[in-house]
């Protein structure tokens, strides 16, 4: 296995926990925390689209699905680039309303298509190039795409056991 077949591995397992996660709630199932300060299924799910939307994009030197596309209007939210839910206090938290589970889907496969095809062309020795200086040591190619894949596994997962918590039906 090459790495682009490993990479393209590991985010595509995302898609489908996205959608377990998601299927059948309504608006009011993906809005609801088991507690104050908890965050819900549908910001959960949102946030992790977010984050790899805002990541590939910069990888890409492109602008985000989110900026470009209709996907922050069907969220109740403005297409702000810098808004990945990172740091979000509990009113930014509940101010994030997806429309159906339809639309958490629909705008992470469109991230997903777009990372997919990234994560394809990749080579080797890109994975070695310093994306953000900023670190010590500074953050790699090879490793910002580790993280963005582990942010979006764990999230997706948290997604998947807070379904498991609704109040049954």
Do not use: C, K
Not at 53 to 61: Q, R
Not at 128 to 144: E, I, M, Q, S
């Amino acid at each position: 296995m090459d790495v682009n077949d490993l990479l393209i591995e590991t985010y595509g397992r995302l898609p489908d926990l996205v959608r377990s996660a998601v299927a059948g709630l309504t608006a009011d199932e993906l809005r609801w925390a088991p507690a104050v300060g908890a965050n819900p299924v549908g910001w959960l799910v949102w946030h992790l689209t977010r984050i790899q939307d805002h990541h590939v994009a910069d990888l890409l030197g492109e602008p985000q699905l989110w900026v470009t596309g209709d996907w922050a209007g069907r969220f109740g939210l403005p297409a702000d680039p810098d808004d990945t839910g990172y740091d979000h206090t509990p009113e930014q938290v509940a101010g994030v309303r997806p429309e159906s589970p339809q639309t958490l889907v629909g705008y992470h496969e469109a991230v997903w298509g777009r990372t997919r095809a990234f994560l394809a062309g990749l080579r080797p020795a890109e994975l070695d190039r310093v994306v953000d200086p900023a670190w010590d040591p500074p953050v790699t190619l090879g490793v910002r795409l580790v993280s963005v894949a582990d942010d979006g596994l764990q999230h997706a997962g948290q997604a998947g056991y807070l379904r498991g918590l609704l109040p049954r039906r």
